[in-house]
């Protein structure tokens, strides 16, 4: 009985929505957009009180909606680089989707890379995006290439390699992967040896090193936007303090080896084994020299931006407002805010959807106080009553949102 009201009031929900039938699907047809003539929908229902603070300089709907910047965004043929992340499942593929298709629609030549172990991307354009590899997309005026880097196979791949040919089996995955600095790097600390219980963090190793490949190879200089769509927040905070995380993986590696040569060889000479810890030391930390210039690129504020979105309820803003905080700690740019999945106001008397607006506008209300989320602009993406799949869609949602 509960579970069926719940229904019907989803239901409602679609039909109540101030969008609804603005993305239709017709049966065995492509998807049908009919883009609205003008939004209708205000930012509140007369049952809801309004946050606090002047909400409407931000909103999205009604008439006194704030531009999200996207002309700032897309000016200028310089590389630029947004990272897109927050909470699991908020919608952050979506709006790294859409961002992409809007940048490609606006003259940029642009990358869509997931570093996600939990990949949408291919969901997302409806579009097999699998295999490590640049897949063209098709649909945007502008080239549009999407990429998903599975750190996880890459290691099971790593692995094989190593167990059938060894060293140079390794090496050979390696380079394939553009790893091969890596490789190169760690060649002498017998990289096989180290696979039974590989660091913790070599898969954002693997995503961060592709990410090197994008800046140095001739095959990526083509793209000017390059947008990602982040693992949720844990990972994506893991993978933008590599190279503090290297220091201590360096150590672990060193401390590893440094069992493994005491337990085979007790009587090499202290001096040898000095020298060739030395001498991996050193190698390590080229790399992780390397690492640090990628993480300055990343804190860049003229060619990089992290965009946080979020979804209105307490939970992911609490989430979104410690994002903020350690993003702010490791100096990384943040300027924008997505708030997405808003519902519109109820203009019928469904209960549960007054309900649950009201709990989004306290949640919105909360985001205006908020220490750390109230200094950034706050784009709002409506809940649309389709699921976002596909170019077309894409687009309509990119549209909404990047203005
Ligand atoms: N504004 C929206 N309106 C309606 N549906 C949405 C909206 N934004 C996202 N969705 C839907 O929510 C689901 C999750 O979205 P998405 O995959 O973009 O989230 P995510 O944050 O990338 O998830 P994950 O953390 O699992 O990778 C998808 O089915 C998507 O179509």
């Not at 070599?202 to 990526?220: C, G, P, R």
């Not at 100096?331 to 519109?344: D, E, G, M």
């Amino acid at each position: 009985m509960a579970c069926r009201s719940v229904i019907s009031s989803s239901l409602h929900i679609t039909n109540s929505m101030a969008i609804k039938g603005v993305l239709s699907f017709v049966p065995n047809s492509p998807l049908l957009l009919r883009l609205p003539k003008a939004a209708t929908f205000l930012p509140f229902s007369a049952s809801t009180k309004p946050p606090t603070k002047p909400f409407q300089v931000r909103s999205v709907a009604g008439t006194t909606e704030v531009a999200s910047g996207f002309d700032e965004m897309v000016s200028g043929t310089k590389r630029k680089y947004y990272m897109l992340g927050g909470k699991g499942g908020v919608g952050k593929t979506s709006c790294a989707a859409s961002l992409a298709v809007k940048f490609a629609n606006n003259g940029h030549p642009t990358l869509v890379v997931s570093t996600d172990p939990a990949h949408s991307l291919s969901d997302s354009f409806a579009q097999d995006l699998t295999g490590g590899a640049l897949v063209p997309v098709e649909g945007p005026d502008y080239p549009l290439f999407a990429l998903e880097i599975n750190p996880e196979k890459s290691r099971e791949e790593f692995r094989n390699a190593a167990q059938k040919s060894g060293g140079s089996g390794v090496k050979d995955f390696m380079d394939g992967m553009g790893l091969g600095m890596i490789a190169d790097q760690l060649g002498e600390l017998k990289l096989g040896e180290l696979l039974d219980s590989p660091p913790p963090g070599l898969d954002e190793a693997i995503a961060i090193s592709k990410v090197m490949q994008f800046l140095e190879s001739q095959e990526y200089s083509m793209f000017t936007r390059i947008v990602f769509d982040t693992a949720p927040t844990g990972h994506t905070l893991r993978l933008l303090s590599l190279p503090d995380f290297l220091d201590a993986s360096i150590g672990k590696i060193l401390k590893l080896r440094q069992k493994i040569a005491s337990a085979t060889s007790a009587i090499k000479s202290v001096f040898g084994q000095e020298e060739t810890k030395q001498n991996a030391a050193d190698k390590l930390e080229k790399l992780r020299e390397r690492m640090i210039k990628v993480r300055d690129l990343f804190r860049d504020t003229d060619s990089t931006e992290f965009v946080i979105v979020t979804i209105p309820t307490v939970m992911a803003v609490s989430e979104s407002s410690r994002l903020s905080a350690s993003l702010k700690k490791e100096n990384v740019p943040v300027k924008r805010l997505i708030v997405n999945q808003i519902l519109p106001p109820s203009t019928s008397d469904c209960k549960f959807c007054a309900m649950k607006r009201k709990d989004q506008m306290r949640a919105l209300d909360i985001i205006l106080n908020d220490p750390e989320l109230s200094s950034l602009l706050m784009i709002q993406a409506p809940l649309v009553d389709v699921e976002i799949r596909g170019v077309p869609a894409l687009k309509f949602l990119g549209d909404i949102i990047w203005k």
